[in-house]
């Protein structure tokens, strides 16, 4: 069946690809239909580095979504990743005219081009521009200025840019699986869509969303995204870390992990041993206090990575409902533990921590409806954000559509 109610979102992980499917039924209401997962190694710390092997796993989430929702899709909503993402917050200024000048979306388009031209690397590109705010004359703080007068605009955005090579791999990977991009989303930002609320954005809040190659991450305040960040290097470094210290495959590190790993001491079981299989069949035993003794210094290396950046977005004050972590390295044991043991406020006390889990969605299975799928289903409300629009105004180009002010029906009938 094919269907023109149809939002998918397909996240290209480090580890797997997965893709999500959701529909817009006669009624108006919004189902996920379909979801998959597969493994796939095509990818390196975020960025494609085998385009057939990605290609193969994108054909076969596509492929299983697509059969379990009983759908044919056309176009996907695709997340972007890597070292590569760069970002910075910039500002543009007009002048409108009179001071009973009217504001329309012309004028949010001329700012947006003003506010959008900075010295790039000429193999760059911008991949989103994100608005903060507006002022008009004297006003600021403004969210959607549409309609209101005044004789100079000036917008606050905030940009994120990648490589040019690393995006037209991506398409080139969507498209050589049959598929249309109907937008490329920096997984941060997608993930945001999905697991943070309304009070997160606003009050100021840290995303954090671990993933094996990566850790992305999204500062926001007062409803707005002051500062994205990509740190190579994830939960599958833990799992690396896991296989040189004990000697022994990846997979079975993997598995020692997601079964006995644990990311502080503190939330170590008392006693009991764990068997490692080694190569040839012989099997040892250790203890999970060995096993923190691998994985913690490297969890310790992320946690404080994500400080430095936070300290760049105005430090840890600017984030007072705290951080919510996502993604599938948030998963180990400890890991709030830890995380509550870093982040701390001026008087050192912890900054609340939570697990990030789509929170839009209702009726959701059990393995949907976690942190591994934070950034695909995160896609389908970016998508429906960029669907659900005014047909008479034309956004520009990777504009948030947030900054418009368009009434969505759909979108403010399910999400609001």
């Known amino acids: 069946m094919v269907s023109d109610n149809l939002i998918v979102g ?62 044919h899709v056309n176009s996907v909503f695709v997340s972007i990743s890597g070292e590569h993402i760069s970002s910075l917050n910039n500002s543009g200024v007009i002048a409108v005219g009179s001071t009973t000048t009217e504001i329309g979306p012309s004028h949010i388009e001329r700012v947006v081009e003003a506010a959008k031209a900075v010295s790039m690397n000429p193999n760059s590109e911008i991949i989103h521009i994100l608005s ?30 990648g490589s040019r090579a690393a995006t037209q791999n991506v398409l080139t990977s969507v498209e050589k699986a049959g598929l249309k991009v109907a937008d490329i989303v920096l997984s941060s930002v997608a993930s945001a869509e999905s697991c943070l609320t309304e009070d997160d954005k606003n009050l100021g809040v840290v995303l954090v969303d ?42 079975e590190a ?62 840890i004050e600017c984030i007072p409902r705290g951080v919510v972590m996502t993604g599938g390295g948030s998963r180990l044991k400890g890991c709030k533990l830890l995380a509550e043991k870093i982040f701390r406020n001026q008087d050192g006390k912890p900054l609340p921590v939570r697990e990030g889990r789509p929170v839009h969605f209702k009726g959701l299975s059990e393995k949907i409806n976690s942190a591994e799928y934070a950034t695909a289903s995160g896609l389908l409300v970016y998508g429906l954000k960029n669907t659900f629009v005014d047909d008479d105004i034309e956004e520009p180009e990777g504009f948030f559509p947030r900054a418009w002010g368009v009434v969505r029906r759909l979108f403010d009938k399910f999400f609001g």
């Open 10 to 71: 397909l996240d290209l992980g480090t580890s797997k690809v997965a893709a999500v499917i959701c529909e817009i039924n006669d009624d108006g209401e919004i189902e996920i239909v379909g979801w998959s997962s597969v493994p796939c190694a095509g990818l390196k710390k975020g960025i494609i580095v085998d385009i057939d092997i990605t290609v193969r796993a994108i054909e076969a989430a596509v492929r299983a979504a697509e059969k379990m929702a009983d759908v």
């Open 210 to 251: 671990i993933g094996a190659g990566t850790t992305d991450i999204a500062v926001f305040t007062r409803e707005a995204i002051v500062h994205t960040a990509v740190l190579p290097v994830g939960g599958g470094h833990v799992t690396n870390d896991m296989a040189v210290g004990l000697n022994v495959t990846t997979a």
């Open 254 to 315: 993997e598995r020692l992990k997601l079964e006995h790993g644990v990311a502080v001491a503190e939330a170590c079981p008392r006693s009991g041993q764990v068997i490692v299989n080694l190569d040839g069949g012989e099997k040892i035993t250790t203890t999970a206090k060995d096993l923190v003794e691998i994985i913690n210094p490297r969890m310790e290396e992320i946690f404080t990575l994500v400080l430095k950046e936070i300290n760049k977005a105005g430090g």
């Open 132 to 161: 903060r705010d507006f002022r008009v004359d004297d006003q600021g703080g403004i969210k959607d200025p549409v309609k209101m007068s005044g004789s100079r605009l000036e917008a606050a955005v905030h940009i994120v840019m």
